[in-house]
T-cell receptor
């Protein structure tokens, strides 16, 4: 089955700095690469995703980059703010949403 | 707005009891999922369903069963609760041709 890892497991940055979280996966059939954000005590929510035919996608301060050859994709957050503090999960998948494996999560803390 | 609700936010049960966790979605989604979330382990898929009366095992189905008699409702059943099933349980739903998953608020189950 799919093996998904995230690095780092915890990350602390100063407000205004950038943060990068990397997700590596093993299943070459994966063709969908999302990032979910889970704030403390709340449900996970999709924040950005990318399909395998695209190398990069950006939405305001967040971006996702994909290296399908190397089987990893990364979440980039620029100009971090305290409200970016959360646990971030990657969940590479395929087969129209019926085959996802979530990574173990990365806890991001943005320090004021 | 997609709404996914779960029957309880907090539940305390005794070892050996039969436990029912219910999930309801209002978006006519074909796919529904049950995950458990434990610190450091991310979200692990227990079961999912892609249609009424259909179910597929996820990564950790042992000790659990599910029921989907109506499209909007997906139930998780612990036949005989054990202390190692103490966890946060998250339900999610998604459309047949969509990758995004919408999560419920979670049920924190404690088995004593």
């Amino acid at each position: 089955g799919e093996n998904v890892e995230q690095h780092p497991s915890t990350l602390s940055v100063q407000e205004g700095d950038s943060a990068v979280i990397k997700c590596t996966y093993s299943d070459s059939a994966s063709n969908y690469f999302p990032w979910y954000k889970q704030e403390l005590g709340k449900r996970p929510q999709l924040i950005i995703d990318i399909r395998s035919n695209v190398g990069e996608k950006k939405d305001q301060r967040i971006a996702v980059t994909l290296n399908k050859t190397a089987k990893h994709f990364s979440l980039h957050i620029t100009e971090t703010q305290p409200e970016d503090s959360a646990v971030y999960f990657c969940a590479p998948g395929d087969n129209y949403g019926q085959n996802f494996v979530f990574g173990p999560g990365t806890r991001l803390s943005v320090l004021p | 707005d997609v709404k996914v609700t779960q029957s309880s936010r907090y539940l305390v049960k005794r070892t050996g009891e039969k436990v029912f966790l219910e999930c309801v979605q209002d978006m006519d989604h074909e796919n529904m999922f049950w995950y458990r979330q434990d610190p450091g382990l991310g979200l692990r898929l227990i079961y999912f369903s892609y249609d009424v009366k259909m179910k597929e095992k996820g990564d950790i189905p042992e000790g659990y069963s599910v029921s989907r008699e109506k499209k909007e409702r997906f139930s998780l059943i612990l036949e005989s609760a054990s202390t190692n099933q103490t966890s946060m349980y998250l339900c999610a739903s998604g459309g047949a041709n969509s990758y995004e998953q919408y999560f419920g608020p979670g049920t924190r189950l404690t088995v004593t």
